[in-house]
């Protein structure tokens, strides 16, 4: 509907009255719903918007089918009765240091308005007055732009204007209080010294508060790690959501520095040396109140000090294997291979692919009060209170081989060791599985029969492989397709192509429909929303042994493992694409083609 033909009074807020009148006339509610909460506004919350006092009410549409209406539905249907835009505020596309120079915080407070973007030629203005329009004609002429305005939902707006000002002025004061010379391990910056050589407080307020907001997003983000990257002129900070990595902020950086020594001082790092890489960790707590581990890593670059905090949700030792993706095949599988009293297990995958978590899971339900479990890890990667573990520590020589030795006398039942790199380590894990210890351990391999001839070209006898191995998973891990906006559609041409390319040369029957990724708020508009495993689970059976101890090549073994049961990690992939979980592009980007003799 045009905006002209909607209200011929302009310049006024908006009212209850107003928005339960269009309301009803659309259709969406009735009328004594609207009476009757007309009649309560006017005793209290008149302070608040309308479209929030409408939204508490937690009513459903008159109209069928009936939606729930939320504050995001009577936006999109105010944006429309009004003939403007709707935008739903992404915090982590607005350059919050741009927009904020557009008007004062007072000013933006005053109309109920919030600058979310600016360009050279406009800049876009998310508004929850409509009809509050003297402000247009007086940014305009101040920033010699064009204005545009798009509807956005109240409550993001209040919440923004407040964090995107304070965050703002808090890079600037510490910007203002640092100056130029904040990040003197710079290569390029050496020559600035005579400039300034002022130095950050890295307690200051300013940047406390900007650290604590930048993990406060980080959590909500569901983000995995936080990048902060020094550039040649800005400092870069970026979120991987889901294994993709994104660009968010871009900061001063005389600011990146003061908050990688904040972060440093918290997580017990030296603050001063920048010349080589250091590692640290930090617990704290989620705004709801979870725990959550943040592991740090620093390292030093051409250009200044990078940091990244990889975040550790304690809730994923907690999860039980149907929600990390195991089929109901796996779990036998996997379980028949965890339970047994002694021998070695191998999880193999690139890095991010899961075996960490897949590792944790498995331990956490195996540590009973009847067994004590004991790792070495390089670096421990979540603190378990259930565990005992031992962190790798280089400068003193105590390798993985020398901490499953000093374990070994600690009278362990289960030995979890972070990753067999050589020899020395690999020999260590046999003699454990020999002498009567469960051994469970991580290999880099594309698949799983590829774990034994890594073994085997380590230098370790192939009798005492087939006499101590029990089994060996691939893992990796795939995006998922929203539940709350994916799209199933028929197969067309392109996707029976790509099937028939997924699971040759084995038969498996394509299904009739795909889904396809939409994108919607709930998945920040990407289409997936979290991730799942792929497994491929190779048991050692008296078959597979004798062909080890055969010295059989890996092609041999593998065949001999398919006929066997061992599902190939392409065809782990084909069943979740044929259950609607993911799409045969997530596929193809991570599971290996499968190889035959």
Known sequence: MPEATVSTVYDHRLTLAEILGWLVEDGLVKRPDADVLLRDSRLNRLSAHPLVIVADQKWKSSQ??????????????????????????DPLKVDFTAVTEVMSSAYA????????KVTTREVLVATTQPFLRDWEKEIRAIVKKDIRRVLANPVDVARYLIEFYNLARSVKKAAQIGGQGGNLSSFE?????????????????????IVDWLWQYAFEQRASDIHIEPRREVGIVRFRIDGMLHQVYQIPMSVMAAMINRVKILGRMDVVEKRRPQDGRIKTRTAEGQEAELRLSTLPTA???????????????????????????????????????????????????GKTT??????????????????????????????????VQNVIDLGFAQGVRALMRQDPDIIMIGEIRDLETAEVAIQAALTGHLVLSTLHTNDAPAAITRMLDLGIPSYLLSATVLGVMAQRLVRILCPHCKQEHAANAVEESMWDQLVAPWKANRPERFYRSVGCLECRMTGFLGRVGLYEILMLSSDVKLAISENKDIAKIRELAFREGMKPLRIAGAMKVAAGVTTLGEIFKVAPPIEHA
């Open 189 to 209: 910056q050496l020559v600035e010294l005579g400039r300034t050589n002022r130095q950050f407080d890295a307690n200051d307020q300013h940047i406390v508060n």
């Open 358 to 391: 897949t590792l944790y899971s498995t331990l956490k339900q195996l540590a009973t009060p009847a067994v004590n479990v004991c790792t070495i890890e390089d670096p421990i990667e979540m603190v378990e209170p259930a565990f005992n573990q031992l962190q």
């Open 303 to 353: 250009f200044g000090e990078k940091l990244v905090m990889r975040i550790f949700d304690p809730e994923v030792l907690v999860r039980d294997f149907t929600e990390l993706g195991f089929t109901d095949d796996d779990q036998a599988r996997w379980k028949t291979m965890s339970e047994r009293p002694n021998g070695i297990i191998l999880v193999t995958g690139p890095t991010g692919s």
């Open 64 to 89: 069928e089918p009936p939606r729930a209406l939320n504050l995001e539905v009577l936006g999109e249907w105010l944006a429309a009765r009004v003939g403007l835009e709707y935008h739903h505020i």
């Open 109 to 116: 407070t005053r109309f109920g308005i919030l600058p979310i």
